[in-house]
């Protein structure tokens, strides 16, 4: 019955949205089969979550969210191993756990899990499809919610479905985009940028097999999936709602502005890509209501709010905020929070159903997308200011602190990006091989800074599994043949659980960086400034290294103030009156002409009523 009421409730804007990507053909029957068929599997408890998602549909805003993402294998193991961790995870008050790809892959070029095998099925070097479902149960019982990744762009070359079309199999050739020759893929080049420039340049693979090209937009042995062929969309659909089905409660829509190819155009954010997320949400409503939706869109401003969808007519949940990320570590190299001003200021004045999900470091390397326009305003040479950046942070500008890899460097456009952990760049490594107590305060003061500013933001904070006892690099990588190309290997290590009980020793900069992350987890979870419904905005500080959130919810204020100096700092704030106290310090903040700040100093001041 509830699901032949959400079904009817649906069923126009689904017709219309399969008439828009696949004209009039009846497929709405196809569909409605698939569905029933994976809700008549859902497990009761499932269905009981269900249930109380949809009373309380909001709950992913909840000012207690907090989440990890992490590499299975270099965490635990196993997933059954992640169950013997879950104590760890709770200590630091997670309660969302990302878990890198899963899912079947090739053993040697897999992208990181991102060329699957499989859409449906676990990969034997994890576990099986029922130690998920034992997971996520365990995992449920705690209050943590699992999100997977699940890769729609594209397959591996040795998928099931490729390997197929390698032999000539016409149905399965047709879930990819084949050339028999140059013509097409040219007049795409023209125009689809290179995701890796250097690591994987051009848009297209020559198969021998086939002697044909076959469309790659990743790296050549990820296949691009054509979703103008509705079976692709279907299957897809279908196995997402399996591994909704073994418990998992997010999914982290990889790469989902690239899913739509259309000759002619820069294939990104195509309208039909739009069409595609708001039906998946629709059929997440029906078939499993307790389904949140992440959308992994790195893009402009402009493009990443449509992944949002309407009020009326939704498509994520949730959203990265990736630009965040490179607009931080900009802020704490230039010393200067212009561009993060403006960034916040984007971000809040979204409508109030757009929830992000803010980080410092993810698995990815940091890509310097600051935006251009504002850089000229402000006299800045956009590729002047990318060079600095990355050659700070790998350690090759005078004074840097930091130490990290270029990534994807392309000489002709001299563009690079930026691999390394939190606290390498925040110059924990380089403090330790010149072991020099006072530098590595002021790095453990950088760390922290920086994940204080994710804590206060409007969304929730995703820790990269590691950075909460300040893991550094680990350039073991470069001796494993599989991984050495690509530098984002030097942040993607095994979790060191030897250094980890350092984090109950007093005096080592695991247990300063764990215990205060700890700290702003329970402040955060308890303060209503930091409810969902508060008002957030920036402030003015009057001076540019000084950034200033303010948090109101009805009578209550907090003023969130962080600064990116190396400098003790003077600040002035307009129009606040009253009393304040820093959450962590407890000092009281007494205006005199102006306010002082240490370097690189966090404060959370609470008005006092
Ligand atoms: C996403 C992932 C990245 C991967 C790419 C291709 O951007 O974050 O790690 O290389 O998708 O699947």
């Given amino acids: 019955m509830e699901y032949l009421n959400r079904f009817r409730k649906n069923q126009n804007e689904i017709q219309e949205i399969l008439i828009s990507l696949y004209g009039e053909q009846n497929l709405l029957g196809q569909l409605d089969k698939i569905m029933l068929a994976r809700y008549n599997q859902r497990s009761v408890s499932l269905k009981d979550l269900d249930k109380k998602r949809l009373e309380k549909p909001l709950w992913y805003m909840d000012k207690d969210m907090l989440g990890i993402t992490m590499y299975t294998d270099l965490f635990a193991g196993s997933l059954s191993g992640i169950i013997g961790k879950i104590p760890y995870l709770k200590e630091i008050g997670i309660t969302y756990l990302h878990l890198m790809p899963i899912l079947k892959m090739p053993i040697d070029q897999n992208d990181g899990g991102y ?17 998920l479902e034992r997971l996520s149960n365990a995992l449920r019982k705690e209050n943590i919610s699992l999100c997977l990744d699940f890769v729609l762009n594209h397959t591996s070359s040795t998928h099931p479905w490729a390997l197929k079309a390698k032999e000539g199999d016409q149905e399965a050739m047709d879930r990819y985009f084949f050339y028999p020759n140059r013509d097409i893929p040219d007049q795409y080049d023209q125009l689809v940028p290179d995701v890796f420039p250097s690591t994987a340049p051009g848009n297209f693979t020559y198969v021998e097999e086939l002697d044909q090209w076959v469309l790659t937009s990743f790296y050549p042995f990820q296949w691009d999936l054509n979703y103008s062929n509705p079976n692709v969309l279907f299957d897809i659909i279908d196995s997402m709602l399996s591994l909704a089905n073994l418990g998992n409660e997010i999914f982290r829509l990889d790469a989902v502005p690239y899913i739509w190819k259309q000759l002619g155009t820069n294939c990104r954010n195509l309208k039909q890509v739009h069409l595609i997320v708001r039906l998946i949400r629709i059929v997440m409503e029906i078939v499993a209501p307790a389904i949140v939706l992440k959308g992994e869109v790195v893009m402009a401003p402009k493009e990443l709010a449509a992944y949002f969808g309407t009020e009326e007519k939704p498509e994520c949940h949730l959203l990265y905020n990736a630009a965040l990320m490179a607009n931080l570590w900009d802020s704490l190299a230039s010393q200067d929070t212009k561009l993060l001003i403006e960034q916040v200021n984007s971000i809040l004045s979204l409508p109030s159903h757009c929830h992000f999900v803010n980080y410092i470091r993810c698995h990815d390397d940091i890509g310097w ?126 979790f060191d659980w030897e250094k980890t009980k ?91 002409w102006g306010y002082k700040i240490k370097p690189h100093q966090y404060i959370w001041a609470k008005k006092v009523k």
């Fill in 369 to 494: 997308a600051l935006d251009a326009e504002s850089q000229y305003n402000m006299g800045q040479d956009p590729i002047e200011h990318k060079k600095f950046l990355y050659n700070f942070y790998s350690g090759n500008f005078p004074f840097s602190y930091s130490r990290g890899e270029l990534y994807n460097f392309d000489p002709i456009t001299q563009d690079a990006r930026s691999c390394g952990t939190a606290a390498s760049f925040c110059g924990i490594e380089s403090a330790l091989e010149n072991n020099n107590m006072d530098d590595m305060n002021k790095a453990i003061e950088r760390d922290l800074l920086m994940h204080s500013l994710i804590y206060s933001l409007q969304g929730f904070a995703l820790l990269s599994s590691g950075d909460e006892i300040g893991q550094l690099n680990d350039y073991s990588y470069k001796k494993d043949p599989l991984k050495v190309k690509d530098q984002r290997n030097v942040h993607r290590s095994n």
């Fill in 115 to 131: 060329a699957v095998d499989s859409f449906s099925e676990i990969d034997p070097r994890f576990g099986t499809n029922k130690d």
């Fill in 502 to 592: 350092l984090k109950n020793k007093k005096g080592t900069y695991q247990n300063r960086i764990f215990s205060e992350l700890k700290k702003m987890g329970e402040i955060r979870s308890i303060d209503n400034c930091f409810n969902s419904e508060a008002f957030v905005s920036t402030w003015d500080s009057h001076n540019s290294k000084v950034f200033i959130i303010r948090r109101t919810y009805r009578d209550e204020e907090l003023l969130c103030i962080f600064s990116f100096s190396d400098f003790e700092e003077t600040f002035y704030t307009n129009n606040l009156v009253g009393d304040y106290v820093d959450f962590f310090s407890k000092e009281r903040l007494t205006p005199g």
